[in-house]
């Protein structure tokens, strides 16, 4: 016998259900909505009524299919329930974290030796003020770390909801040791994966890391590269130290570093241009000559050429493979942005693309082949004015997220530009972010679709972790 739903009846030779006509006897109408409260209390209540709102599309499906009606549009019901979705995160705060992660942060997946012998472990990689470098192991639960320092954790969004299972499945806990920390000489500028784009012998993605540092009046500006490859000890006192090493150091000031796809060679942005390094052997040959600080870059997937974001605000194509020479202003391969370029991100899975952002809030999405057109996309609301702010995005290559000097945390759509999320939920810049990813197979996934796809992201403030139910 069907079951008997209100305001709606059984047709049993259409096997499905229909709305009566006109509004249902006794029925009350409906309230006039509430205006939104300016009260951190009523916002989080608010803010949990919203994971009720669910159960209305799962009906609008049943009843309409995969397109639904809303104020006399058609809508996707996957694309409405993935905004509603990313609009709803769970965030966790770790203490003792300050400073630790403001500049930079990255994930990957390493050989840990523990009492019962070795065992692949997620890794959290960050650098913070003053030349810190930190190793991390995070894990669902604190059984699994075999560190002796754990960092306290306290849940920032949602602020009322019950702990329940499977919030609990998506928590991260951190762990490091003495030895799992390092200062450098001078103030870190980039931290950045080698050969980030393929993967190693093994099917696995690159362990090994380059580290830049900015210089000072008592060092110059340095090149590091840190190795993961061999298995790690977290009961070592030198575990970052043994995995550091020096390779290079230049007068100017360091401010962004990227890799070919072999992991062999870097491309270094300094304040005069581009230098090419050969990894192994430490040599450099000058491949871009300007007067303007190179602060972003990014070296395309066969690594014969690069983008150049520039302090003036210009994004200049250059081929590794010419002589070094000084472009022309007027050359065709030149992107004008309306400030300084502080971060390209160029997307895997559609190499001919990449995003830009700049000093002034601009971020855009442009196609290499179309660059006399203009973007291809934007993605309006951040706010930015000064600060070098990396953008994240997720493996699956359909979100992009950026933080904001006003403290906000926003998520676009790639494709379509528009704001998924916009929230603040800390009283710092959240200047870096990345994607944990634990498997190759995951960057084919949708964040969406299943847990431990999160989010980390670092300000002066500490590390926080994003992830979705």
Same mark, same amino acid.
């Given at each position: ?12 030779? %259409? ?18 909505? %509430? ?40 809508? /996707? ?18 203490? *003792? ?20 012998? @070795? ?33 306290? &954790? ?20 951190? !762990? ?17 994966? +080698? ?5 190693? #012998?093994? $099917?696995?993605?690159? %362990? ?11 060092? #110059? ?6 190795? +993961? ?9 030198? +575990? ?8 290079? $150091?230049?007068?100017? #000031? ?9 992991? =062999? ?7 005069? !241009?581009?230098? @090419? ?13 300007? %007067?303007?600080?190179?602060?972003? @870059? ?14 003036? !605000? ?5 081929? =590794? ?35 830009? /952002? ?40 359909? &979100? ?36 944990? =990813? /634990? *498997? ?13 796809? !999160? ?15």
């Amino acid at each position: 016998m069907p079951k008997e739903l209100p305001g709606f009846y059984y047709d049993e030779e %259409k096997n499905r259900y229909f709305p009566y006509k006109g509004p249902i006897p006794g029925s009350s109408r409906k309230p006039p909505p %509430k205006r939104p409260s300016s009260d951190p209390k009523q916002q989080a209540d608010d803010l949990l009524q919203s994971f009720k709102i669910r159960p209305g599309l799962l009906h609008a499906r049943e009843f309409c299919g995969n397109v639904i009606y809303s104020f006399k549009k058609k809508l /996707s019901f996957q694309a409405e329930y993935q905004k509603r979705h990313a609009s709803q995160p769970m965030i966790w705060k770790y203490k *003792r974290t300050k400073k630790m992660a403001n500049i930079s942060l990255e994930h990957v997946v390493a050989d840990v030796i523990l009492p019962h012998g @070795l065992e692949e472990r997620d890794i959290l990689l960050s650098c913070g003020a003053h030349g810190l470098v930190c190793v991390f192991q995070a894990a669902n639960f604190r059984q699994e770390i075999n560190s002796a320092d754990m960092y306290e &954790v306290d849940r920032v969004r949602p602020l009322n909801l019950d702990q329940t299972p499977r919030q609990t499945e998506l928590l991260r806990e951190l !762990g490091s040791s003495f030895g799992s920390t390092s200062y450098l000489t001078s103030d870190i500028s980039c931290l950045a994966m +080698l050969g980030k784009s393929s993967l190693t #012998t093994d $099917g696995t993605t690159s %362990k090994r890391f380059l580290i830049t540092t900015l210089g000072s009046d008592i060092a #110059t500006g340095s090149v590091y590269l840190l190795d +993961l490859s061999e298995p790690l000890d977290f009961s070592s006192p030198i +575990l970052v130290g043994s995995a550091l090493h020096g390779i290079a $150091g230049f007068k100017q #000031t360091l401010w962004i570093a990227d890799s070919d796809p072999r992991g =062999t060679h870097a491309a270094i942005g300094t304040s005069r !241009g581009v230098v @090419l390094l050969n990894i192994e052997t430490g040599a450099s040959t000058w491949a871009f000559d300007c %007067k303007s600080d190179v602060f972003s @870059l990014q070296l395309n997937q066969s690594g014969n050429s690069m983008l150049c974001g520039l302090r003036n !605000g210009k994004i200049v194509t250059v081929d =590794t493979r010419q002589r070094q020479m000084k472009k022309s202003a007027r050359s065709s391969s030149i992107i004008s942005m309306p400030s300084s370029v502080c971060c390209l991100t160029s997307l895997e899975h559609w190499d001919q693309y990449f995003l830009a /952002s700049s000093m002034d809030g601009s971020m855009k999405l442009y196609d290499r082949r179309l660059t006399h057109r203009g973007a291809v996309q934007s993605y309006e609301g951040n706010v930015n004015s000064h600060t070098r702010i990396q953008l994240g995005v997720d493996p699956a290559e359909k &979100v992009v997220m950026s933080g904001g000097e006003d403290c906000n945390m926003r998520m676009w759509n790639i494709k379509s530009g528009e704001l998924l999320m916009r929230d603040r939920f800390m009283d710092s810049i959240p200047s870096a972010v990345c994607w944990s =990813t /634990s *498997r190759e197979k995951e960057k084919r996934r949708s964040y969406w679709e299943e847990h431990g796809m !999160g989010a980390w992201v670092g300000s002066y403030e500490g590390i926080f972790y994003m992830d979705w139910l």
